[in-house]
């Protein structure tokens, strides 16, 4: 039972434009999302949380919109840069456990 | 400040072998979670140890467990390898607090490999 789902295996995007990476939830106990950046081999790196009290965060070129009531959750990096190259993943935990459900990722590619 | 370290980084073992893996937390971390990542099942929690004492669980046999130290640092073992069990076992820490809404910060993750 796929509980968090990352629909889009892979994305291209040119340098510069706007990168959207989706994620979709069905257990409404959620209350805390987070997104990841993963290269091969390596652990995972922290990019930006969203709380369920909030339907968006921004960080930097990072913003995070949260709409519960579809349960799904997506991230914008603009503009995209070479280097965020990488796969994504998005990850949720409910009510305070620290237990991560993690979706299957998305590898983006950003071209020159 | 040192992030979450792991060791050993890379492992090779043969089925029915054990192997134990290390884990220490980021500064002032009490909460250590282990996961498994597989080409085939993802991310997937594991176990997650606070104050010395397992906290969650994940869905996996009992052949998975794990310690947490007084100085927080945890130790992952896996007794009776199988095939299937190679993969990329990732340690994150975090603060700990029991309100939950907390960012977990990973570890570069010990390889396993068995042959």
């Known amino acids: 039972d796929q509980q968090v789902k990352q629909n889009s295996p892979s994305l291209s995007v040119q340098e510069g434009r706007i990168s959207i990476l989706n994620c979709d939830y069905t257990?409404?106990?959620?209350?805390?999302f987070l997104w990841y950046k993963k290269y091969p081999a390596e652990g995972p790196t922290f990019l930006i949380s969203?709380?369920?009290?909030?339907d968006k965060n921004e960080d930097g070129r990072f913003t995070v919109f949260l709409n519960k009531s579809a349960k799904h959750l997506s991230l914008h990096i603009v503009p995209s840069q070479p280097g965020d190259s990488a796969v994504y993943f998005c990850?949720?935990?409910?009510?305070?456990?620290?237990?991560?459900?993690f979706g299957t990722g998305t590898q983006l590619k950003v071209e020159l | 400040k040192a992030g979450v370290t792991q060791t050993p980084r890379y492992l090779i073992k043969t089925r029915g072998q054990q192997v134990t893996l290390s884990c220490s937390p980021i500064?002032?971390?009490?909460?250590v979670s282990w996961y498994q990542q597989t080409p085939g099942q993802g991310l997937q929690f594991l176990f997650e140890?606070?104050?010395?004492?397992?906290?969650n669980k994940g869905n996996f046999p009992g052949r998975f467990s794990g310690r947490q130290f007084s100085n927080s640092r945890s130790e992952m073992n896996v007794s009776t390898l199988e095939l299937g069990d190679s993969a990329l076992y990732l340690c994150?820490?975090?603060?700990?607090?029991?309100?939950?809404?907390?960012?977990?910060?990973f570890g570069p993750g010990t390889r396993l490999l068995v042959l």
């Open positions: 994150a820490s975090s603060l700990g607090g029991t309100s939950g809404q907390e960012t977990q910060y």
């Open positions: 257990n409404s106990m959620f209350d805390y």
């Open positions: 969203i709380s369920s009290i909030k």
């Open positions: 990850a949720a935990e409910k009510g305070g456990g620290n237990k991560l459900t």
């Open positions: 500064s002032g971390h009490r909460s």
């Open positions: 140890y606070f104050s010395e004492t397992q906290r």
